[in-house]
């Protein structure tokens, strides 16, 4: 039997107290990166950006392939396990410096919303200018967690996320994201969230149930 609310998050609940229990998952705590660490990341997303963005001649390319596997050479030794790296574990460095998530900047984070701002690179290209149907959800996706961590909530699986996409997404092109949870019912945390451009033009929106998880669950 589920516990229906209509408050309003952060309005009148005290942290959950199950905050520390999240599912089968290890305790993650963040990972800071040193000095240079976001400048590597920011290497490795522009490197990205050219990979799909030029055509040198083989003799180019041959040069890079070798310096990027040498690179991957130098290092390889450095592997650490899930939640080592300060790659997506570092809360400061845009997209917490991970390669996967969307590089954007939190500007707003508590219980009632949290709010991101920042591009689709080149490297997020669908077709014709505009960000890869792909991308949204994963950006939706990454906010709506962040949006239960702001909520004090234990960490939650995405049950199902339904995007709206109402105008085309440029890439380049600086953007605006905040969702927050609307609803919350036992374990189901109603999310939603909308991306816009810098005139408050909603170029998508998006609903999503995160459901936290039971004790050892994956
Ligand atoms: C989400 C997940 C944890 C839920 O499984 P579970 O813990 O066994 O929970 P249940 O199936 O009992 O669902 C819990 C509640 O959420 C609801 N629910 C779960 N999935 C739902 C969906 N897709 N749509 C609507 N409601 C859903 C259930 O109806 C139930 O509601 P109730 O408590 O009112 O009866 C599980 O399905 C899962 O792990 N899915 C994969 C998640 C994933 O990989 N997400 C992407 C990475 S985070
Ligand atoms: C407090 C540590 C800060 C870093 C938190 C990273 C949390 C990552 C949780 C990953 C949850 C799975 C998300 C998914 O698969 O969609």
Redesign the pocket.
């Known amino acids: 039997m589920?516990e229906q609310t209509d408050r309003k998050p952060g309005e009148d609940r005290k942290p959950d107290e199950d905050y520390e229990h999240h599912g089968g998952f290890p305790v993650y705590k963040p990972v800071k990166g040193g000095p240079d660490f976001g400048r590597f990341v920011e290497a490795f997303r522009r490197l990205q950006d050219l990979a799909v963005s030029t055509h040198a001649p083989d003799d180019v390319v041959a040069q890079a392939a070798a310096q990027a596997e040498a690179l991957g050479d130098f290092l390889e030794q450095y592997t650490v396990p899930e939640g080592r790296s300060p790659a997506g574990f570092d809360t400061e460095l845009p997209g917490r410096g991970s390669l996967l998530m969307l590089p954007w900047k939190i500007e707003k984070f508590d219980a009632e919303s949290v709010r991101a701002r920042g591009t689709f690179r080149r490297f997020h290209l669908g077709g014709n200018g505009a960000a890869h149907g792909g991308t949204l959800p994963l950006l939706f996706d990454d906010l709506f967690g962040m949006v239960i961590h702001a909520n004090r909530r234990p960490i939650a699986?995405?049950?199902?996320l339904h995007v709206n996409y109402r105008k085309i997404t440029p890439i380049e092109t600086e953007l605006v994201v905040e969702g927050r949870v609307d609803r919350v019912?036992?374990?189901?945390a109603f999310c939603a969230a909308e991306l816009c451009d810098l005139e408050g033009n909603v170029l998508a929106d998006c609903e999503a149930?995160m459901?936290q998880?039971?004790p050892g669950?994956p």
């Open positions: 589920s699986r995405t049950a199902y019912d036992g374990r189901k149930l459901v998880l039971l669950q």
